[in-house]
């Protein structure tokens, strides 16, 4: 049987170049939607091949949201890369497939892990959502323990987190913040101590 015009143009989308990688651009969604019978489980099959290997997969199995695409989601949240797993619990806890703890789990693990470039601003939009106790007091380590580039980010969104202030990154204490980015752990643990003290003032 000779392939539909939308099956041709959602196979051909997945081949993305270097500018539509990184530009963040997507599948051929719409031509998935319109798939029926055959084609849609051709294109299912496609998909499950690929082993969730990118964010992408995981919107387009959700798309499908068959039985087999839902079990490969699943499977997605203890992928290695973060911003696969944290797109997999983003939709699985929308269909509530999935409870907060396991968004919780997902958030704490990708913390240790997240870069610049690797996954911060979606793993920072999580923690921001799902706030427990358990999220909050990572964030809390990450201020002192975590890697260079999460520590000044860490810092605010603990501030932010403990209701202090109204963003995520207030600059009136941009200067504190920056000192968590020193390499002196001392001079860490001095930060925090400053922003606890901070904190427990704004609750009183």
């Known amino acids: ?111 240790d892990e997240v870069t610049f470039f690797n996954g911060m601003n979606r793993v920072m939009r999580l923690v921001e959502q799902y706030p427990s106790q358990k999220v909050r007091e990572k964030i809390r380590w990450c201020a002192i323990n975590g890697n260079d580039d999460i520590r000044v980010l860490a810092a605010a969104m603990y501030h932010f987190l403990s209701g202090c202030t109204e963003s995520s990154f207030d600059w009136e204490y941009r200067p504190l913040y920056l000192r968590f980015g020193k390499h002196s752990k001392h001079d860490r643990k001095v930060a925090l101590q400053e922003l606890d003290e901070l904190i427990k003032q704004g609750s009183e």
């Open 1 to 111: 049987m000779e392939s539909s015009e939308n099956l041709k143009r959602f196979q051909d989308s997945l081949n993305l170049g270097y500018d539509q990688w990184h530009d963040g651009e997507g599948y051929d969604l719409e031509a998935l939607r319109q798939l029926r019978g055959s084609e849609r489980t051709i294109a299912e099959e496609i998909l499950l091949s690929r082993n969730a290997s990118d964010w992408r997969d995981i919107e387009a199995l959700d798309i499908l949201g068959t039985e087999k695409a839902l079990e490969e989601m699943n499977r997605a949240l203890s992928s290695s890369k973060i911003e696969v797993r944290i797109e997999a619990a983003e939709r699985l806890k929308k269909r509530e497939i999935i409870e907060d703890e396991d968004i919780e789990n997902v958030i704490i693990r990708s913390l």
